[in-house]
């Protein structure tokens, strides 16, 4: 039941995100890719065993100090070039999960930290990038317990205004 609330949740953080209006959530008027990138999303978080957070209520962390590890899965030059959420680390993390080396499962996880309780948010670029699904997949499959997608990516973060690390 917990994991259909959160797929729901997915599916609805899609919707809003799109900026569902009477006339449709895509600029150019068609649904089926918008469609299909929400039942992957909703997908992805079922068998992810994370949860989401929007960008409202991350920022809302943030502002309020809240103890947490944010994890960047972006290229190290995207960091860069976008900017980084304030006190987050980068462990990047490949496209793909065929691209999935050792190495990048070990850095993810040092970035983690051993304290498999804490609040661990992972993000990317945008809402249909995967990086942030395939580390959160990986840390949830490790054993930690309170790990967070946050779908919308340094580029939900800046279209908000919100302040970046560079």
């Known amino acids: 039941m917990k994991r259909v609330r959160t797929a729901l949740m997915g599916i609805i953080l899609l919707c809003f995100l799109g900026g569902c209006a009477s006339y449709g959530t895509s600029p150019k008027g068609l649904e089926v890719p918008i469609e299909?990138?929400?039942l992957s999303y909703a997908a992805?978080?079922?068998s992810g065993g994370y949860k989401i957070v929007s960008t409202e209520e991350l920022k809302r962390w943030?502002?309020?100090g809240r103890k947490m590890t944010i994890i960047s899965?972006?290229?190290v030059s995207?960091?860069?070039a976008f900017g980084m959420i304030p006190n987050?680390?980068?462990s990047v993390i490949p496209r793909y999960e065929k691209e999935l080396t050792q190495a990048h499962k070990e850095n993810l996880l040092?970035?983690?930290g051993s304290d498999k309780g804490q609040t661990i948010v992972l993000y990317c670029g945008f809402v249909g990038c995967r990086r942030s699904h395939i580390g959160a997949k990986i840390l949830a499959d490790n054993g930690f317990t309170n790990v967070y997608r946050y779908p919308g990516g340094i580029k939900?973060?800046?279209e908000m205004g919100y302040p970046v690390v560079k």
């Open 36 to 38: 299909q990138a929400a």
């Open 44 to 46: 992805d978080v079922q």
């Open 62 to 64: 943030v502002d309020q």
């Open 73 to 75: 899965t972006i290229l």
């Open 78 to 80: 995207d960091d860069k």
């Open 88 to 90: 987050a680390v980068n």
């Open 110 to 112: 040092k970035a983690a």
């Open 156 to 158: 939900a973060w800046n």
